[in-house]
């Protein structure tokens, strides 16, 4: 009986192996033909499978998903300060200021009387502020032709004479403004000088006050013989969105020069500023390829301001600088840069009187925007501190 058992139980197991054959054959074969029948569809003309769902690669454990990159920002173009406000602020800074001029013409005003020896303390006073000898004379005689011998009776008025004095003798007849106006586009503004008098510096802060102005502008760097001179007038152009020419490192400064006037020609740019290497002025051949920048310019456009930069605080020896300077080219006007509490102020009068021609522009920090105007009641409203 129990043989009879084991043979029924093993048909049993038989019978449903086979029946899971059947079914998974069938299955099978009811997928081929699913498969076949979407081929069959995807095939057909004008019919268009289902796009299928993108999905994103799975990341290593631990790893963060990386963030999208965004487009570089435009780089944001600086707003030059006005020009008045800039030249408010300068004169603010000059009357702070504890130059020697500033101090002699304070100790004559707190004086109660008048002395040989006030005068002559005055005297040396005005003189080591790099006035010179002849202003120094000018202004004493006419300051003891208005005061009192014997005092000071009115501190207000004899400010008010001081003022009046010291503004003739800055002379505020001289034209002061700079020759960007003409007929034949661009006015081409050379700036010349020696090393380390921030002539490059003087550059860029001009174009600001350009621009500020209204005027387009277009910036020569013919300085090619300083490794950092091009790069630097290039960031301070990008700073103000203004356009540099520039060369290759030692490249003849005078086809740079021509290269940039050309430019601003065929640009329509209002002004072009030339950037030159700085001069010892000592070195004939040096100084004479200045000039033949100067000439190689003008046979594009004519030079309208030739700028002399002279660092206020080397004194007598930037009067040197300006004779020999204005001896190979013609000076036009001078940028006084660094006039502020270490400077003397008296080089403003100074400078006037050997070159005959305006200072135009003061520069009083290292601020992008310490550059302004010179005007000579300003000034010597500074100097006294009102």
Not at 83 to 95: E, Q
Not at 186 to 195: R, S, Y
């Amino acid at each position: 009986m129990e043989y009879i058992f084991w043979y029924i139980m093993g048909g049993v197991v038989l019978a449903l192996i086979i029946a899971s054959a059947i079914v998974i054959v069938s299955n099978h074969q009811h997928r081929l033909k699913t498969r076949q029948a979407a081929q069959e569809i995807e095939q057909a003309p004008g019919v268009q499978a289902p796009a299928q769902e993108e999905t994103a690669p799975e990341l290593p454990p631990g790893e963060a998903k990386p963030e999208a990159e965004l487009p570089p920002e435009e780089p944001k173009q600086e707003v030059p300060e006005p020009p008045a406000t800039r030249l408010a602020r300068l004169r603010k800074r000059l009357a702070s200021s504890n130059n020697a001029l500033a101090r002699g013409l304070a100790e004559l005003l707190s004086s109660d009387k008048i002395s040989a020896q006030t005068w002559e303390d005055f005297e040396t006073t005005l003189i080591s502020s790099d006035l010179g000898i002849g202003p120094t004379t000018q202004l004493v005689d006419a300051l003891k032709t208005r005061l009192a011998i014997d005092g000071i009776s009115d501190p207000d008025q004899a400010r008010s004479i001081l003022r009046e004095e010291l503004v003739k003798l800055v002379d505020p007849s001289m034209d002061r403004t700079l020759k960007i106006d003409t007929d034949t586009p661009p006015a081409v503004v050379m700036l010349v000088g020696v090393n380390g008098t921030g002539k490059t510096t003087t550059v860029g802060k001009l174009a600001r006050d350009l621009v500020a102005s209204g005027k387009s502008v277009l910036l020569g760097a013919a300085d090619t013989f300083r490794a950092a001179a091009a790069d630097q007038l290039t960031t301070w152009g990008e700073r103000i969105g203004v356009e540099t020419v520039r060369g290759t490192e030692g490249a003849d400064p005078a086809s740079v020069a021509f290269e940039a006037v050309r430019t601003g020609k065929d640009k329509g740019v209002d002004v072009v500023l030339v950037d030159t290497a700085g001069r010892l002025h000592n070195k004939t051949n040096l100084m004479d390829e200045l000039g033949k920048v100067k000439r190689v310019i003008e046979k594009i456009s004519p030079v309208t301001e030739v700028l002399l930069v002279l660092d206020a605080t080397t004194g007598q020896n930037g009067l040197v600088q300006a004779r020999v300077f204005a001896d190979v080219v013609d000076i036009t006007g001078i940028v006084l840069t660094k006039l502020d509490g270490s400077a003397k102020g008296g080089i403003v009068v100074a400078v006037q009187k050997e070159l005959g021609v305006p200072v135009k522009f003061i520069g009083l920090g290292e601020g992008a925007d310490d550059l302004a105007p010179f005007d000579a009641g300003e000034f010597v409203d500074g100097l006294l501190g009102l």
